[in-house]
Each structure stands twice: as C-alpha cells, then as structure tokens.
C-alpha cells in the first residue's frame, strides 16, 4: 500500500497586478499556512519519502516551507507539467515514481487537484481544495505504475483553518 499526498499551494499575493500568473509569490499568511500544514503533518507523523511540486513560485514556495516544517531534507523535484499540464501529466509522473517511495507529496494547483482526485479515488470522490489544502489517498499498489483510475480511498482531508491550535 502506498501513500500518496496531495496539496494545493498555500495563498498567493495578487496585490502586484503586472506579476504575471506563474511568478506569483505567496502572501504572509501563505507562508503562514504552509508552515502550518508541514508542522501538523509532522505532529501526525506523516512524512513524505519524495515532494513532487509545481515549478510555479507560489506552488515551489509553499513545497518549501511545508517541507522545512515537516522536517523533509531530501530534494524537491519542481515540474512545469504541474502548472502547464493536466491531471494526466501528474499521474504520468506519479507512475514514474520509484517504487522504493512509499509516501509521495504532490503540490499543485486548482483545477487540476481536484480533477486528480475525481479521477482517481474509488466512487469520484470530491475533495474541495481551498489554499493549502492537504488530502492523503492510499494507493493500492505495490508499484506507483499500478496507479489508475478510480483505485485510491480518500482518507483524510486538512486545512490551515482546521489547526489554529499549532504555533
């Protein structure tokens, strides 16, 4: 059985309105969120073996700053796929994954997150993902090659606003 992390970027800043949409940076409470989820997950103990994330700033800062909290010092792997691609190019990436990776984080954005985990969860399941919202699947599989559709359960869902209570 693996794990597999799903987690659309934290609030990005719109204030500048000559940024364009890929260069966005992430606003405080952003970074805020970010550091948060990465601190709850590790309070759970739920750590990823691999972070898979968007090359998108926003997307490459919160992966980051989840990270650092959540106590992950391996590489980040950053694709442009994930901001210019499909649901079909993540999961081609997640298939690609080392079977030796037993808990794998992607970071993306919306639409696509939820058009992932619609294609992908037994039933189609819906999972709202707000800003820096985490879900966790398990996979099925002994091998991230055996990803397809309508094979992982949804079991749980997080949100920054559900853990006021770390600091």
């Not at 499909?86 to 992607?106: G, P, Q, R």
């Not at 619609?118 to 879900?135: C, E, G, L, P, S």
Request: proline fraction near 2%.
């Amino acid at each position: 059985m693996k794990q597999l992390i799903l987690m659309r970027h934290a609030k990005s800043d719109w204030s500048d309105e000559t940024i364009n949409d890929f260069d966005r940076p992430l606003t405080s409470s952003g970074q805020k969120a970010a550091a948060l989820m990465g601190k709850k997950l590790k309070e759970l103990s739920i750590f990823p073996d691999l972070i898979l994330s968007s090359s998108a700033i926003r997307a490459k800062t919160t992966s980051e700053i989840f990270a650092e909290q959540n106590g992950y010092s391996k590489e980040i792997i950053f694709s442009d796929d994930f901001y210019f691609g499909s649901e079909e190019d993540i999961i081609a990436s997640i298939k690609n994954t080392d079977n030796n990776v037993n808990t794998l984080m992607v970071v993306g954005h919306n639409p696509i997150m939820e058009d992932l985990v619609a294609k992908i969860t037994i039933d189609n399941q819906y999972a709202m993902f707000k800003t820096a919202t985490i879900v966790i699947l398990s996979v099925p599989v002994i091998k991230w090659s055996g990803l397809k559709r309508e094979i992982c359960d949804l079991e749980k869902q997080y949100n920054s606003s559900d853990f006021s209570d770390i600091k």
